[in-house]
T-cell receptor
Framework: GNSVTQMEGPVTLSEEAFLTINCTYT??????LFWYVQYPGEGLQLLLK?????DKGSNKGFEATYRKETTSFHLEKGSVQVSDSAVYFC?????????FGEGTQLTVNP | NAGVTQTPKFQVLKTGQSMTLQCAQD?????MSWYRQDPGMGLRLIHY???????DQGEVPNGYNVSRSTTEDFPLRLLSAAPSQTSVYFC??????????????FGQGTRLTVV
């Protein structure tokens, strides 16, 4: 079956540091890949997505590239802010189902 | 825009009690689903629906029932609550269940505690 593996958290960074959250996946066919973000007390919201190999999704300074050869979709941001503190979920869509990773808690300190 | 609305936001149940978590969306989405979120396990699919009158089981369906009588509503029923059902529950909807790149919209969640 499909699966998504994220780097273990939590991750704590200082403001303006570089962020990488690793995500690898196992799936049959050609899934779409997503990063969702969950701010405290809220539901998940889409951060970015990519629908085919070598696509780069980007939003709010975050980027991730769909790498089929390494089955990865790592999330990066060049300079994090305190307001980026949240839980980040990597997910894939294959057919009608979304499969999520475990989530990575990010805390950014001033 | 209301989007996906879940009620209640918090609930405490005693073991053996039943209850219904409500979910409504105003985006005319065909596909709706319920997830539970547990620490270290991400979101796991409980049940989903591809349209009014059609439902199917997800990854962890035991102890839960659903129905879809209208496009807008997708309630989740706990028949006899157990402590193992203590979790945060999210309802989600999307305009298509299978189209590549389809974004899912989530409600704010229901935090359920079973004592």
């Amino acid at each position: 079956g499909n699966s998504v593996t994220q780097m273990e958290g939590p991750v704590t960074l200082s403001e303006e540091a570089f962020l990488t959250i690793n995500c690898t996946y196992t799936a049959t066919g050609y899934p779409s890949l997503f990063w969702y973000v969950q701010y405290p007390g809220e539901g998940l919201q889409l951060l970015l997505k990519a629908t085919k190999a070598d696509d780069k999704g980007s939003n709010k300074g975050f980027e991730a590239t769909y790498r089929k050869e390494t089955t990865s979709f790592h999330l990066e941001k060049g300079s994090v802010q305190v307001s980026d503190s949240a839980v980040y979920f990597c997910a894939l869509r294959s057919g009608s189902r979304l499969t999520f990773g475990e989530g990575t808690q990010l805390t950014v300190n001033p | 825009n209301a989007g996906v609305t879940q009620t209640p936001k918090f609930q405490v149940l005693k073991t053996g009690q039943s209850m219904t978590l409500q979910c409504a969306q105003d985006m005319n989405h065909e596909y709706m689903s319920w997830y539970r979120q547990d620490p270290g396990m991400g979101l796991r699919l409980i049940h989903y629906s591809v349209g009014a009158g059609i439902t199917d089981q997800g990854e962890v369906p035991n102890g839960y029932n659903v129905s879809r009588s209208t496009t807008e509503d997708f309630p989740l029923r706990l028949l006899s609550a157990a402590p193992s059902q203590t979790s945060v529950y999210f309802c989600a909807s999307s305009y298509s269940g299978s189209e590549s790149g389809t974004e899912a919209f989530f409600g704010q969640g229901t935090r359920l505690t079973v004592v």
